[in-house]
C-alpha cells in the first residue's frame, strides 16, 4: 500500500531534535515503579504522575509523540484535559500500545511470543476516534543457551507483521519494536549475530504482509554487551555495531529508527545514541536516528517527584532536561559537558 498520510506522520515522529517518550506502561509495571519511590499504586496516582510527565511545559520542543496505555488514552489529565488533547496542545502526536503483553511460548521454555491479534482491528477504530496517530508492539527476544529458537523469532517476527498490517490498513503507522533483551552474559558479538537474524526475520513477514515501509518507524534495541558480560563493550563500539546490524538488515524506505534504551543508564543511553549519530555524519545512512526510550526519560522526573505536589515543578525541569539532551544526541551534537550542566 502507499499512504501518504501515514507516511507523512511517520516522518514527523522521526523529526529532526526530536524523540518518542514511552510511558505505556502497564498498571502492573508503572505501580512498581511508582512504589519504589514511596508512591501508592492508585490510579489518581498514576492520573497525577502521567499529567505531570505529558504537562511538562516545552516538552513539544523536543518530543515528537509519546506512547501511551490503554488506561492513560481514556482519562482526563489534572488539568481537566483529556490526555490526547493535552498532548495537542503541546504538538505532542498521542500514540497508543496495543499489544496485551508478551506470554510464555508453547514448548520453548524461557521464550515468550507477544500476544493480542485477536479483536486488534476493532480495537484500533476505537483509538482513533479517541486520537492516536500511531501505535506500538513489543516482542521480546531473549539470549541464552540454545536462545532464540526458530520457532520463537518466526513466531514473533510474524505477529509483529500481521499487527503493521491491521495498523496501516486503519491509518494507523506502527511502530514495530522486536526487542533483544541486555540480560546475560552475552558478548556483544553474540548479541549482533541475534539482532541481525531478528530483524531480518522481521522484515521479511513486514514484506510478505505487505506493510509499507515507508509508513512505519524501527524500534530496536541496541547492539549491546550483556549486563553481566565480563568485558562490556565501550560506546563507540556498540554505536559501530548497532550502525553495521541496521545497514545490513533495514530497508532504506524506513524513514526513521527511534531506538529503546532496554535498561541501560540515564547518560549511557544519551551517549550511545549520540556516538551513532556522529558516526552517521561520515555515511550516507537513509534513516534518521533518535530515540523513544521509558525509563531513561522518566527516571529522573520520577525519583525527584515521589508523589509530592511540591516537587512536580523540579521533577518537570529534569525531564525536560533529559528530553533536551537526548534530542541534541540525536543530531550528535551533545557532550559530556553539558550531562554535567544538567547535574549541577
Given amino acids: 500500500m502507499n499512504n501518504p498520510s501515514l507516511r507523512e506522520t511517520a516522518r514527523s515522529m522521526v523529526a529532526p531534535g526530536k524523540g518518542i517518550l514511552a510511558m505505556d506502561e ?8 511508582l512504589e519504589a519511590v514511596g508512591v501508592e499504586n492508585t490510579e489518581e496516582n498514576r492520573i497525577a504522575y502521567r499529567s505531570l510527565l505529558l504537562g511538562t511545559p516545552g516538552l513539544g520542543d523536543y518530543i515528537s509523540g509519546a506512547i501511551l496505555y490503554d488506561e492513560t488514552l481514556r482519562q482526563q489529565s489534572t488539568e481537566g484535559a483529556s490526555f490526547p488533547d493535552l498532548m495537542k496542545q503541546q504538538g505532542i502526536m498521542p500514540g497508543i500500545k496495543v499489544d496485551t503483553g508478551a506470554k510464555e511460548l508453547a514448548l520453548h521454555a524461557g521464550e515468550k511470543v507477544t500476544e493480542g491479534l485477536d479483536g486488534l482491528r476493532e480495537r484500533l477504530q476505537e483509538y482513533k476516534t479517541f486520537g492516536a496517530r500511531f501505535c506500538k508492539w513489543r ?48 558478548t556483544i558479538e553474540t548479541c549482533f549475530d541475534v539482532t541481525v537474524e531478528t ?7 513486514l514484506y510478505r504482509q505487505d506493510v509499507d515501509f515507508a509508513g512505519m518507524v524501527l524500534k530496536p534495541s541496541m547492539v549491546i554487551s550483556g549486563t553481566d558480560c565480563p568485558q562490556r563493550a565501550n560506546v563507540d563500539e556498540v554505536a559501530a555495531q548497532t550502525l553495521r546490524c541496521l545497514e545490513q538488515t533495514v530497508p532504506a524506505a524506513v524513514p526513521g ?38 525509563r531513561a526519560l522518566q527516571n529522573p522526573a520520577l525519583k525527584l517527584w515521589k508523589g509530592e505536589p511540591a516537587n512536580v515543578d523540579k521533577a518537570r525541569q529534569a525531564l525536560l532536561a533529559r528530553a533536551r539532551l537526548n534530542a541534541l544526541a540525536s543530531s550528535g551534537e551533545y557532550n559530556e559537558e553539558l550531562e554535567q550542566q544538567v547535574a549541577a
Fill in 26 to 33: 502497564s498498571t502492573p509495571t508503572c505501580g512498581k515503579r
Fill in 139 to 186: 516482542a521480546v527476544i531473549t539470549i541464552g543457551e540454545f536462545k532464540p529458537s526458530i520457532a520463537c523469532l518466526q513466531a514473533n517476527a510474524h505477529a509483529l507483521a500481521r499487527y503493521a498490517a491491521l495498523c496501516q490498513e486503519a491509518g494507523l503507522v506502527p511502530i514495530v519494536e522486536p526487542e533483544v533483551l541486555i540480560n546475560g552474559a552475552h
Fill in 199 to 205: 530483524q531480518r526475520r522481521v522484515f521479511d513477514q
Fill in 257 to 294: 529508527i527511534a531506538f529503546l534504551s532496554g535498561g541501560q543508564g540515564d547518560e549511557e543511553a544519551t551517549r550511545h545514541l549520540n556516538a551513532m549519530n556522529l558516526m552517521a555524519r561520515e555515511r550516507s545512512l537513509p534513516w534518521r536516528l533518535t530515540f523513544s526510550y521509558a
